[in-house]
């Protein structure tokens, strides 16, 4: 699940995605109930993550074992994504990989809130197992 954040830049203009009232969603996630639409762009947002990261990164890397990190950005009013953080960057090969993939998402339909168009703040915790 997608778990929050203490997210200090959240102002009249942006609510976490948790919390909106009209989550941003993909069309192929498209549901009348708001906690579906919810869960299902989570669930397509970290198979895209799976997906697209390059596997050449994972062999390059110096990490092995289990190493995570969690990604945040910004969904803006538009469906884009924008402001991609990496926290706990150690690894700087992996930290921009997982940047890469995170801008490279599709466009998605734009959330609201109380019935205003809203930017939305998501994170993503992104856990990779680096064998030696």
Not at 44 to 57: D, G
Not at 94 to 119: D, I, N
Request: proline share 7%.
């Amino acid at each position: 699940p997608n778990h929050s954040f203490n997210f200090n830049d959240l102002g009249r203009d942006r609510v976490e995605f948790n919390s909106i009232t009209e989550p941003p969603y993909y069309s192929s996630c498209d549901n009348t109930d708001m906690e579906l639409r919810r869960a299902c762009t989570e669930e397509a947002v970290a198979a895209y993550v799976n997906t697209y990261f390059s596997p050449e990164v994972y062999k390059n890397s110096k990490v092995s074992g289990r190493y995570e990190m969690t990604a945040s950005f910004l969904i803006d009013t538009e469906g884009n994504i924008q402001d991609v953080k990496i926290r706990n960057d150690s690894n700087k090969a992996l930290s921009a990989e997982a940047k890469r993939v995170l801008e490279s998402l599709p466009q998605m339909k734009p959330g609201k809130h109380k019935g205003k168009p809203m930017a939305a703040l998501y994170t993503q915790p992104i856990i990779y197992n680096v064998k030696p």
